[in-house]
């Protein structure tokens, strides 16, 4: 049996170890992540089901699925609930303004 030996320029040999340094770095953090059921995520935020899905068909929760079963990275549940949360309060002020549609019907008569 004949053994062959390739030698790479240098240039190749360090971005050969950039990216596994890369690629390590990221199996490492994808490791470190908590995965949530819908059950689970609803608990998290201590909300109900119905309530979850409804954000969750809003658009305001990210989701993957696996094997056809929702999955819920916890870190990002987080960070949509911020933004949920801050969307929310800027639009507060809005909405103490304008009458509900009952009121003026009743002013009206």
Excluded: C
């Amino acid at each position: 049996m004949t053994t062959i030996s390739i030698s790479l320029p240098e240039e190749q040999l360090e971005k050969q170890d950039m990216l596994l340094d890369a690629t390590q770095a990221l199996l490492a953090e994808m490791r470190s992540q908590v995965w949530l059921t819908e059950e689970e995520a609803a608990a998290h935020f201590k909300v109900s089901k119905s309530t979850f899905r409804r954000w969750l068909v809003d658009g305001w929760i990210r989701h993957y699925k696996y094997d056809g079963v929702l999955r819920f990275n916890r870190r990002e549940l987080d960070e949509d609930f911020s933004r949920k949360a801050l969307v929310r309060a800027a639009n507060e002020p809005l909405l103490r303004k304008m009458p509900l549609p009952n009121a003026r019907k009743q002013a009206a008569q």
